[in-house]
Every structure is written in structure tokens, then in C-alpha cells.
């Protein structure tokens, strides 16, 4: 019995000297990363525009989920959890939701299913439009300020040694002062408030994972199992197109679109802790773009709608907090810092790409022609920094994806064309993993998708998958974390690409 006490402590120590030591990249736990939606992963120990060009990226494997597509809905773009310690052993988890009304935990290690959820599904006749089952991807909690531009953090000792067996009698660390251990450090200078730390691997056995199921309940799981971890909380009225679920800070916010199942267009908040509701109902038409939503770092809403404003929203109460003027937009916001200020960055219905200072939203500081006025479909957008500083705006533009650096010098900002990608018969938003560009083709007929791997600071190509993909794709369909890349597909398929992990 002492043997196996021994051999259970020294398993822990283990595995708590290992969260304490190894430097982790923040993970992908929301639609497009992170609150501001920038699709924009710092540092990732892997993936650079070096070690891309240079060789050993590659497709990994493919999964064929157990869902069935309705008028271009299949899967969403995954939620991440790199490093989940459970009695299982160590996991890299996927969370996905289908438009059937499954959700999924992948796992992205080995390509296989490690849980599936299926909710009851409504009935409602389905159009593109409105394609009904489950629309709004799965999320993790994410905090509302910006990550660290280090993306992650090398954690060595900061603190005075200490034992992990504990005092005579007290047995192994317990869970209560390890979570003590790993606490986020006091934020420090004047960007604490804007600027969340380095990411720090917590115990995230018990993290839960949300979903948004078509009968309009907000299902809260436990990652490892996808059991229940409280009761099943009313958020939406049925049958709702519902984009961009987010939880931060004990609130959970989403968008409404298209008055799918009568469900009026706007923003909608949920205090997890009591239940209660609150709504910002749009009179300009849907709340426009594929991301629903996205956050400042103060906690600050934004949402942008088809005829009308760009609007700022008080966190939880979601009163109006300033709009724009009634330009009507196709993309959802994203928000970025340039020198410590806030910008919210759109794509107006008219083609221009619209800069605003986040705290002014009365006119633009810097437009430009991005696009073909009144182009058809909607997007979303990215934002990431050069290794200069300089701020990069991604936008799918015609038949490529452009990227638009905006200057502000002496109070006077403009936006200027930095580069333009290969063309594209059907560019989906991008994502940025520490300087690489990943662009989705999304393919048109008989055309299958391609996944392109872009150097960030002129736009050229270093890499694709050629023939691999064997579907198209559409809407928002990236996300990444460790070094690699997934990818969702129309038939209802999730593709992995990256640096192979030895087992």
C-alpha cells in the first residue's frame, strides 16, 4: 500500500512540475481566439514563417464527424484545450458543434472521438438564410483583455521552493493550493487593465465548455466528458441563427441574425449566475458578419448591422454605449491596439474598410476601398502586428485576401494597401499563428477547398495543401494551437495540418 501511495504522489509531482515548467501559447478557446476576434495567435514554439518554408508542415489526418449539413451549416470552427490532464492521462482536446445538434471533443493527438453530446433538436424548415440546427460554434471561458504580444510564458521558479508531498500527515498538494500555485499574477503598468499576462496552464480538468443548442438553452459540460455541469440555462428563444458565443466574466454573450424562428436581430447576455437575460434588439436590420460580435479589452461589446451603425454596448447590460453613423456593413468587427489605443476595424457594404477609434464610433479615422461595393456574402476579419509593430488589417477581398496597414502619426491615420495574396476563388477570413498567414480558398463547384500558408509581412506563399481537401468549405473554418491547424469542411470533415508529434 505504501508502494502504491509513493507511486500516486510522485505521478502528481510529476505532472505539476510539468504545468509549472513548460511555456504554453494561449489557447484557442473562442471564435476567432480571442474577444477582440483577431484570429491572432502571438507565439506559437512550432509554427513560423522559417520552420513552414523550410519543411515537415503537413497534413496530418481526417475525421468524418456524424453530421449531417442543412443549406451550407455543417461544423463550426473548433474551440481549443491543449493540455488537459484527466483520468484518462494527458489530452489536446477539439470541441465542435454540428448543425444536426451534436457537439464533439476531439481528440487532436491521436484523431479520435473522445466524447459526443446530442441535444434535442426543433423542428424548422431550414434556407440559407436560415439553416436551423446548432449555428453558433462551441466556446471555452476567454477573458476580455488582449493576450500578451509573448503569447506565451516560460515558467521557472518565482516563488521560494516548496515541497509537493507536503507536511507529515497532510499528504500530496492538493487541488486548492495548486490552483493557488498557477493564479494570474496582479496586472502591472498601465496596459494591466488592456493587457492580460502570458497564458498559464491552470488544472483544466474541470474547465467547463458551452454550446448553444437550436431549442435555445446554453448546455455548460465538463470538458472531459461532455456531462453536465449544472442544469441546462434558457438563453435564446428557438430556432435562432446564432453567431460568435462568447463567455467572459461570468456572462455569456451571442449574436441573432436574419429573425430565424422569430427571434429578433441583436445581442443577447447571459448572467450565468442567475439566469437573467439582457437584449440589445438591432433596428437596422441583422447584426451583420460571420464572428456575431467582438470585445474590447475593457469589456466593451461591438457589433456592426447590415443598414446600419457599428453600435458599442455596455458589457452585461448591453445599453448603447456610442454608434456610428448608418453606413451598413457584410463584416463583423475586430478590435486592435495601435500605441496603447484601442481601434475597432469593419468592412462597410459600400467596399470601403472602416477604421474608428474604439472610443468614438461618430466617423471613421482612416477608410479605404477594400472591396467591389455591395459584393455578396459576409465575412469577418484579423488583425495582427508585424514584427515591426506595424498594424495589419486581413481582409477576404474580391478573389484574394488583402492586408491593410493603418498609420496614425500626429493624430492624422490612414489606411494603405500592404499586400495582396494569390488569388482565390473564394477567400474565407484567415488566421495569423506568429507571422504565418493561413488562408482558406473555400472552392466553388466542382472545386475542392485549399488551406494556403502566407508569409504575414508581404503576403507571399510558402506553402498549400494542393489536392488534399475534398470538399469546399465556407464561413469561418480555422483554428490553431501547438502547431497545428484544423480545418472544417462542408461534408461535415475536420482536417488537421502541422508538425507531426511523436507518440
Not at 446530442?118 to 438564410?129: C, G, I, N, Q, V
Not at 454573450?253 to 430565424?260: L, S
Request: a neutral charge; hydrophobic letters at 40%; charged letters at 15%.
Amino acid at each position: 500500500m505504501q508502494r502504491s501511495n509513493t507511486r500516486a504522489t510522485g505521478t502528481l509531482a510529476a505532472c505539476l512540475m510539468l504545468l509549472a515548467t513548460t511555456g504554453r501559447s494561449d489557447d484557442w478557446t473562442t471564435l476567432g481566439f480571442d474577444a477582440q476576434r483577431s484570429s491572432w495567435i502571438r507565439a506559437d514554439l512550432k509554427t513560423s514563417v522559417e520552420t513552414v518554408r523550410s519543411g515537415g508542415f503537413q497534413f496530418l489526418w481526417k475525421m468524418e464527424l456524424p453530421n449531417h449539413s442543412t443549406d451550407g451549416n455543417a461544423l463550426t470552427a473548433p474551440a481549443l484545450l491543449d493540455f488537459l490532464i484527466s483520468h484518462r492521462g494527458f489530452r489536446s482536446l477539439a470541441f465542435l458543434s454540428g448543425s444536426s445538434g451534436g457537439v464533439f471533443a476531439i481528440d487532436t493527438d491521436l484523431a479520435r472521438m473522445e466524447w459526443e453530446r446530442r441535444f434535442p433538436a426543433t423542428t424548422s424548415k431550414s434556407s440559407a438564410d436560415c439553416p436551423g440546427g446548432i449555428t453558433a460554434g462551441v466556446t471555452r471561458p476567454t477573458a476580455a483583455p488582449m493576450p500578451s504580444l509573448l503569447g506565451f510564458s516560460a515558467r521557472g521558479r518565482r516563488e521560494p521552493a516548496s515541497s509537493s508531498v507536503g507536511n507529515p500527515g497532510e499528504g500530496a498538494v492538493t487541488l486548492r493550493s495548486a490552483s493557488r500555485t498557477f493564479r494570474r499574477p496582479p496586472a502591472q503598468g498601465p496596459l494591466g487593465s488592456r493587457t492580460r499576462p502570458p497564458a498559464r496552464t491552470s488544472l483544466r480538468g474541470i474547465t467547463p465548455v458551452y454550446a448553444l443548442s437550436s431549442a435555445g438553452t446554453l448546455h455548460t459540460v465538463y470538458a472531459s466528458n461532455g456531462r453536465d455541469h449544472v442544469p441546462p440555462i434558457p438563453f435564446l428563444p428557438p430556432n435562432a441563427n446564432a453567431r460568435g458565443l462568447i463567455v467572459v466574466d461570468g456572462f455569456a454573450y451571442v449574436a441573432t441574425a436574419n429573425q430565424c424562428g422569430g427571434v429578433p436581430d441583436g445581442v443577447w447576455a447571459l448572467n450565468l449566475e442567475t439566469g437573467d437575460v439582457g437584449t440589445w434588439e438591432s433596428d437596422s436590420g441583422a447584426v451583420a458578419g460571420l464572428g456575431g460580435l467582438a470585445m474590447g479589452p475593457d469589456g466593451t461589446v461591438f457589433a456592426t448591422t447590415r443598414q446600419g451603425p457599428l453600435v458599442a454596448l455596455e458589457e452585461r447590460t448591453l445599453a448603447v454605449r456610442n454608434a456610428s453613423q448608418a453606413a451598413g456593413y457584410r463584416s463583423s468587427p475586430v478590435v486592435f491596439d495601435v500605441g496603447g489605443t484601442d481601434y475597432v476595424a469593419a468592412l462597410a457594404g459600400d467596399g470601403s474598410l472602416q477604421a474608428y477609434g474604439a472610443g468614438d464610433l461618430m466617423e471613421p479615422v482612416a477608410a479605404a476601398n477594400a472591396t467591389e461595393a455591395g459584393r455578396s456574402g459576409e465575412t469577418a476579419l484579423a488583425a495582427w502586428k508585424t514584427p515591426d509593430g506595424a498594424p495589419l488589417i486581413l481582409a477576404p477581398s474580391g478573389q484574394a485576401i488583402a492586408a491593410w496597414r493603418l498609420s496614425v502619426s500626429d493624430g492624422d491615420s490612414k489606411l494603405e494597401l500592404a499586400w495582396t495574396s494569390p488569388a482565390m476563388a473564394r477567400p474565407l477570413p484567415p488566421i495569423i499563428v506568429n507571422g504565418v498567414v493561413f488562408a482558406v480558398d473555400g472552392g466553388r463547384d466542382s472545386a475542392s477547398a485549399k488551406l494556403y500558408a502566407l508569409d504575414g509581412t508581404d503576403g507571399s506563399p510558402i506553402w498549400d495543401s494542393g489536392d488534399t481537401i475534398q470538399s469546399t468549405a465556407s464561413g469561418i473554418t480555422l483554428a490553431a494551437g501547438q502547431g497545428h491547424v484544423y480545418l472544417t469542411t462542408a461534408d461535415s470533415s475536420v482536417y488537421a495540418f502541422g508538425f507531426p508529434m511523436e507518440h
